[in-house]
């Protein structure tokens, strides 16, 4: 499998540092609203490469933290008149709801800044005791970023450009820093605002340190891939080798993967300029399955621009998909021969080559584009060759191809069931039966059984009523 790596400009063969395992850390979203899409395509294109990583064999450990302290945050908090972690922890939840419906499966682990605050200050401490870092009069912990030689490997940046435009970039309180460049690894609170106790003043760490800390204690000094949205290649990445390898001295990631921007109206999707679509707004609209398609309709480090035809193109796509998987379980149902019949292994041998197709696709980069190429194909292929003569051998492996391959895209490609009028009554009846006989837990399973199902149970005066979500 080839990786395209950011620190070298290069793809590369993937050789992980031991044999069989993956650590992969992906920078996840600071939680102060709901998420976008321009930030749920990391999570998929990443949940992706995950999943393919698996397919062949690695254990990954996955891990993605929520940032869940910030500027941001606490002005949330502060309109709202409640405390940040409020504001953090609701829209952690309502995040996790996006992830679970894109099919972006949680991460093995996924820390909190607040959580990791003593590691953030050991590492500050070690820092500051082999001279990369300063305390300024005021308590604030400062980076000093030329003391890092390889400062700008992986954005490619030469320190001399980057310190002529910095110095338009001060702003008070600045003035502290021994050289513009120096960055924030722990600052004094204002008021008002959470804060932890340190060796330095009382305040909160500035937002690189968290990913360097929680990417050491979770996986390890050294780590296979450490990946996140383009835009974060430089300060932020750049800023976490910088910490990582100065605290650790030896190399923090072996591959670095970054996405290309969601954009609209080919501008970047972003919070700021106010040009988004919550995943909420496109659940309102689409499957989420959908949009997860459209996402992986475009390689992964390619600009991808947003618009209703292309969210229209990956809804009738995916829908070929299903259509052609709702066919092949149609004649499984009504074959007459078992086994397979004459040609049949032939034509399970050409229909593997779609398979081989697709791994192709996916070792060139993760190339979705191509991988979703050579699903059309076999689903051509399944529509052509499949009849009511075909034997449920051949049905079966077809179909079994079919949802493996799908599956490693996160793509749900069989029809939910829906239930029946007659099945959902008599759920409710047990529910009320357990609530009767004090078995709460008992009813609460039930209720939560059918929201998976899609139904949602309202209790009204009148009685229990149900509708189709
Ligand atoms: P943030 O909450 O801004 O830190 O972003 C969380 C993740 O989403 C990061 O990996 C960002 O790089 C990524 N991201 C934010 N906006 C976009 C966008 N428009 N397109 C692609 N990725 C994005
Ligand atoms: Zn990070």
């Given at each position: 499998?080839?990786?395209?790596?950011?620190?070298?400009?290069?793809?590369?063969?993937?050789?992980p540092?031991?044999?069989?395992?993956?650590?992969?850390?992906?920078?996840?979203?600071?939680?102060?609203?709901?998420?976008?899409?321009?930030?749920?395509?990391?999570?998929?294109?990443?949940?992706?490469?995950?999943?393919?990583?698996?397919?062949?064999?690695?254990?990954?450990?996955?891990?993605?933290?929520?940032?869940d302290?910030?500027?941001?945050?606490?002005?949330?908090?502060?309109?709202?008149?409640?405390?940040?972690?409020?504001?953090?922890?609701?829209?952690?939840?309502?995040?996790?709801?996006?992830?679970a419906?894109?099919n972006?499966?949680?991460?093995?682990?996924?820390?909190?800044?607040?959580?990791?605050?003593?590691?953030?200050?050991?590492?500050?401490?070690?820092?500051?005791?082999?001279?990369?870092a300063?305390?300024?009069?005021?308590?604030?912990?400062?980076?000093?970023?030329?003391?890092?030689?390889?400062?700008?490997?992986?954005?490619?940046?030469?320190?001399?450009?980057l310190?002529?435009?910095?110095?338009?970039?001060?702003?008070?309180?600045?003035?502290?820093?021994?050289?513009?460049?120096?960055?924030?690894?722990?600052?004094?609170?204002?008021?008002?605002?959470?804060?932890?106790?340190?060796?330095?003043?009382?305040?909160?760490?500035?937002?690189?340190?968290?990913?360097?800390?929680?990417?050491?204690?979770?996986?390890?000094?050294?780590?296979?891939?450490?990946?996140?949205?383009?835009?974060?290649?430089?300060?932020?990445?750049?800023?976490?080798?910088a910490?990582?390898?100065?605290?650790?001295?030896?190399?923090?990631?072996?591959?670095?993967?970054?996405?290309?921007?969601?954009?609209?109206?080919?501008?970047?999707?972003?919070?700021?300029?106010?040009?988004?679509?919550?995943?909420?707004?496109?659940a309102?609209?689409?499957?989420?399955?959908?949009?997860?398609?459209?996402?992986?309709?475009?390689?992964?480090?390619?600009?991808?621009?947003?618009?209703?035809d292309?969210?229209e193109s990956?809804?009738?796509?995916?829908?070929?998909?299903?259509?052609?998987?709702?066919?092949?379980?149609?004649?499984?149902?009504?074959?007459?021969?078992?086994?397979l019949?004459?040609?049949?292994?032939?034509?399970?041998?050409?229909?593997?080559?779609?398979?081989?197709?697709?791994?192709?696709?996916?070792?060139?980069?993760?190339?979705?584009?191509?991988?979703?190429?050579?699903?059309?194909?076999?689903?051509?292929?399944?529509?052509?060759?499949?009849?009511?003569?075909?034997?449920a051998?051949?049905?079966?492996?077809?179909?079994?191809q079919?949802?493996?391959?799908?599956?490693?895209?996160?793509?749900?490609?069989?029809?939910?069931?829906?239930?029946?009028?007659?099945?959902?009554?008599?759920?409710?009846?047990a529910?009320?039966?357990?609530?009767?006989?004090?078995?709460?837990?008992?009813?609460?399973?039930?209720?939560?059984?059918l929201?998976?199902?899609?139904?949602?149970?309202?209790?009204?005066?009148?009685?229990?009523?149900?509708?189709?979500?």
């Amino acid at each position: 499998m080839k990786i395209y790596n950011t620190l070298t400009g290069r793809k590369e063969e993937f050789v992980p540092i031991e044999p069989g395992k993956v650590r992969m850390y992906v920078c996840g979203p600071t939680v102060y609203n709901l998420i976008h899409i321009g930030n749920a395509r990391p999570m998929i294109v990443f949940d992706t490469a995950r999943r393919y990583m698996e397919y062949k064999g690695y254990e990954v450990n996955y891990v993605s933290n929520f940032t869940d302290v910030d500027d941001k945050i606490i002005k949330k908090a502060i309109e709202e008149g409640v405390e940040a972690s409020v504001i953090s922890r609701r829209y952690i939840e309502e995040c996790k709801k996006d992830m679970a419906a894109m099919n972006v499966r949680p991460a093995t682990t996924h820390p909190l800044a607040t959580e990791e605050i003593c590691g953030m200050l050991e590492m500050i401490r070690t820092l500051i005791d082999k001279g990369h870092a300063y305390v300024a009069a005021d308590g604030t912990v400062y980076f000093r970023t030329r003391s890092f030689r390889e400062y700008g490997k992986l954005s490619h940046k030469n320190l001399d450009d980057l310190r002529g435009g910095s110095r338009s970039l001060l702003v008070s309180g600045e003035d502290q820093k021994e050289d513009p460049l120096d960055f924030v690894l722990w600052k004094p609170k204002k008021e008002g605002e959470p804060y932890w106790d340190s060796d330095w003043c009382e305040g909160r760490p500035g937002w690189h340190i968290e990913c360097s800390v929680m990417s050491r204690k979770y996986l390890g000094e050294e780590i296979d891939i450490h990946a996140g949205g383009e835009d974060l290649i430089f300060p932020h990445h750049e800023n976490e080798i910088a910490q990582s390898e100065s605290a650790n001295g030896r190399t923090f990631a072996r591959y670095w993967m970054h996405n290309g921007f969601l954009n609209i109206d080919h501008k970047k999707m972003s919070k700021s300029l106010g040009n988004f679509f919550t995943v909420r707004d496109i659940a309102e609209k689409y499957d989420l399955q959908v949009l997860r398609f459209f996402m992986l309709s475009a390689h992964y480090r390619s600009p991808l621009n947003f618009s209703a035809d292309l969210m229209e193109s990956a809804a009738s796509g995916l829908e070929r998909i299903v259509t052609s998987v709702e066919n092949l379980k149609f004649l499984l149902g009504g074959a007459k021969e078992e086994n397979l019949r004459a040609g049949e292994e032939e034509l399970l041998k050409e229909a593997d080559g779609f398979r081989v197709e697709f791994e192709e696709a996916m070792d060139d980069d993760i190339n979705t584009a191509d991988a979703v190429s050579a699903l059309f194909e076999l689903v051509k292929f399944a529509n052509t060759k499949a009849d009511a003569g075909s034997s449920a051998a051949f049905l079966s492996a077809l179909l079994s191809q079919l949802r493996t391959l799908a599956d490693v895209l996160g793509l749900i490609v069989d029809k939910k069931e829906e239930m029946l009028d007659a099945d959902i009554e008599a759920m409710i009846a047990a529910r009320q039966a357990a609530r009767k006989a004090k078995d709460f837990a008992k009813a609460d399973a039930i209720r939560s059984e059918l929201l998976e199902k899609g139904i949602v149970l309202e209790d009204t005066r009148e009685g229990v009523k149900w509708k189709r979500a």
